[in-house]
């Protein structure tokens, strides 16, 4: 079992930079491949990252390729989204959520966090 609590989330302007964090509970989170995803109102969910439970595999939506990262700190337990040139259109709730396959389907991961909201204005 793995409890997932995102942070980090707030209004910013267009072009600038967030870092989400996500602290995940249990001694296997490393066992855990983690994922990014991000509703905006009125939208299906949708995939924004992966990051294996090594780190050292990476996969983005092509929305956000070359401007936000994904990382991975096992030793602490916490994940990372790095946001940077942030576009109005990325406004959301971003959630993350950890599994046993390196995918962007969101079926394939068994544990969620609550989400955090973020807001970039124009």
């Known amino acids: 079992q793995v409890q997932l609590v995102e942070s980090g989330g707030g209004l910013v302007q267009g072009g600038g930079s967030l870092r989400l964090s996500c602290a995940a509970s249990?001694?296997?989170?490393?066992?855990?491949?983690m994922g990014w995803f991000r509703q905006a109102p009125g939208k299906e969910r949708e995939f924004v990252a992966a990051?294996?439970?090594?780190?050292?595999?990476?996969y983005y939506a092509d929305s956000v390729k070359g401007r936000f990262t994904i990382s991975r700190d096992n030793a602490k337990n916490t994940g990372y989204l790095q946001m940077a040139s942030l576009k109005p259109e990325d406004t959301a709730v971003y959630y993350c959520?950890?599994?046993?396959?390196?995918?962007?389907?969101?079926?394939?991961?068994?544990?969620w966090g609550q989400g955090t909201q973020v807001t970039v204005s124009s």
């Open positions: 959520a950890a599994g046993a396959f390196f995918t962007p389907a969101q079926k394939r991961y068994d544990y």
């Open positions: 249990g001694r296997t989170f490393s066992t855990y491949v």
């Open positions: 990051i294996s439970g090594s780190g050292g595999s990476t």
